[in-house]
């Protein structure tokens, strides 16, 4: 008998060729609405840069509007990165996410930097900061400021980080290696694993967690979830047709163009591959679960139980942001999520 399995959504708010980055936007608020409706876990939104490609660069702002025109779902980033932001302005802004929308947010961690080279500069103000990976010291302050718990000498253990009396938000480190599941496990944090972005080690950075795990305040046991694109039609070759905008695109990423929108079906069909891009057409396929209700819930459930996970959280790009409402409406009836 197979364990029933959570869904959640990642949301990173494609901008669609011929549309914009408010009609984005305001697709992302319509979508959170509908998978409130469904019986979706969680709303997780990323924060990237430089990009035309998608539409949200400040992941804490959109939760709280997420947040506000939601009734039960859990709101969060997936993620912040935090090497581009100071660790006490973070705690500052989910303390006031989670004072609003109470025992609803998460805080989603990542350590890329969601961008390139010159972007990440520009963020990080100085090229020492590109070069240092003090991530652990980075996380290690957040935390700090979330618990109070400074040492004595420590020169920030006299900074409070406001609003004061809220809950700390859970807290997941997110990662597509076995660097962020170590460290999730040793601070025990909640671990979301990319498989969208890296399936190779899905499986082996899962154990990983669960071996490494420590008990703490934040979590008595381990929480962990992974990420998977999925693209749901009524049938296999309908969903097929409709993943060929997530073909094109996952092409242009191996190549380095960041700067496109999302291209519609018949811009993927009719562009003219190389023979050596449909091979990497082909290879990308194999990080993308693409079919009708059954054939994605099948290997949904069989990539869950491989890796441990009772939930999913599944990203869909389509360039009709109809056929991603509908994506999601089918995968919600095919496992029976229980309608908020």
Same mark, same amino acid.
């Given at each position: 008998?197979?364990?029933?399995?959570?869904?959640?959504?990642?949301?990173?708010?494609?901008?669609?060729?011929?549309?914009?980055?408010?009609?984005?936007?305001?697709?992302?608020?319509?979508?959170?609405?509908?998978?409130?409706?469904?019986?979706?876990?969680?709303?997780?939104?990323?924060?990237?840069?430089?990009?035309? =490609?998608?539409?949200?660069?400040?992941?804490?702002?959109?939760?709280?509007?997420?947040?506000?025109?939601?009734?039960?779902?859990?709101?969060?980033?997936?993620?912040?990165?935090?090497?581009?932001? @100071?660790?006490?302005?973070?705690?500052?802004?989910?303390?006031?996410?989670?004072?609003?929308?109470?025992?609803?947010?998460?805080?989603?961690?990542?350590?890329?930097?969601?961008?390139?080279?010159?972007?990440?500069?520009?963020?990080?103000?100085?090229?020492?900061?590109? @070069?240092?990976?003090?991530?652990?010291?980075?996380?290690?302050?957040?935390?700090?400021?979330? +618990?109070?718990?400074? +040492?004595?000498?420590?020169?920030?253990?006299?900074?409070?980080?406001?609003?004061?009396?809220?809950?700390?938000?859970?807290?997941?480190?997110?990662?597509?290696?076995?660097?962020?599941?170590?460290?999730?496990?040793? =601070?025990?944090?909640?671990?979301?694993?990319?498989?969208?972005?890296?399936?190779?080690?899905?499986?082996?950075?899962?154990?990983?967690?669960?071996?490494?795990?420590?008990?703490?305040?934040?979590?008595?046991?381990?929480?962990?979830?992974?990420?998977?694109?999925?693209?749901?039609?009524?049938?296999?070759?309908?969903?097929?047709?409709?993943?060929?905008?997530?073909?094109?695109?996952?092409?242009?990423?191996?190549?380095?163009?960041?700067?496109?929108?999302?291209?519609?079906?018949?811009?993927?069909?009719?562009?003219?591959?190389?023979?050596?891009?449909?091979?990497?057409?082909?290879?990308?396929?194999?990080?993308?679960?693409?079919? +009708?209700?059954?054939?994605?819930?099948?290997?949904?459930?069989?990539?869950?139980?491989?890796?441990?996970?009772?939930?999913?959280?599944?990203?869909?790009?389509?360039?009709?942001?109809?056929?991603?409402?509908?994506?999601?409406?089918?995968?919600?009836?095919?496992?029976?999520?229980?309608?908020?």
């Amino acid at each position: 008998m197979k364990l029933p399995i959570r869904l959640s959504v990642l949301d990173l708010s494609p901008v669609p060729s011929g549309s914009t980055a408010a009609d984005a936007l305001r697709n992302t608020l319509d979508l959170a609405k509908l998978a409130d409706e469904l019986g979706y876990t969680r709303y997780w939104l990323a924060e990237h840069h430089n990009t035309e =490609l998608v539409a949200i660069s400040a992941p804490e702002v959109m939760i709280g509007h997420v947040a506000g025109v939601t009734k039960r779902i859990r709101v969060g980033s997936g993620g912040v990165m935090l090497p581009n932001h @100071a660790p006490l302005k973070v705690a500052e802004t989910f303390r006031t996410l989670e004072a609003l929308h109470p025992n609803r947010v998460d805080l989603g961690i990542g350590r890329a930097p969601g961008t390139d080279y010159l972007t990440a500069l520009a963020l990080r103000r100085s090229r020492a900061a590109l @070069a240092t990976d003090d991530f652990p010291e980075q996380l290690n302050e957040l935390l700090a400021f979330f +618990s109070g718990d400074f +040492s004595g000498d420590h020169p920030f253990q006299r900074v409070m980080a406001i609003p004061e009396g809220v809950r700390t938000p859970d807290i997941w480190l997110l990662g597509s290696s076995d660097f962020s599941a170590r460290l999730a496990g040793e =601070l025990g944090l909640g671990f979301a694993f990319a498989h969208h972005i890296n399936p190779a080690p899905a499986l082996a950075a899962l154990r990983l967690y669960q071996e490494q795990f420590r008990p703490s305040p934040r979590f008595a046991a381990p929480q962990s979830l992974l990420a998977a694109s999925v693209v749901c039609a009524e049938t296999d070759e309908q969903a097929n047709v409709l993943a060929r905008s997530a073909d094109l695109t996952l092409l242009r990423f191996t190549q380095g163009k960041f700067r496109t929108q999302l291209p519609s079906v018949s811009e993927a069909t009719n562009y003219p591959y190389t023979s050596d891009e449909e091979e990497v057409v082909q290879m990308n396929r194999e990080r993308l679960f693409v079919g +009708s209700p059954a054939t994605v819930r099948e290997q949904i459930f069989s990539l869950a139980e491989q890796a441990g996970v009772t939930e999913i959280m599944v990203t869909t790009m389509t360039h009709d942001h109809k056929e991603r409402r509908r994506s999601y409406t089918l995968l919600a009836k095919a496992f029976a999520l229980a309608p908020g």
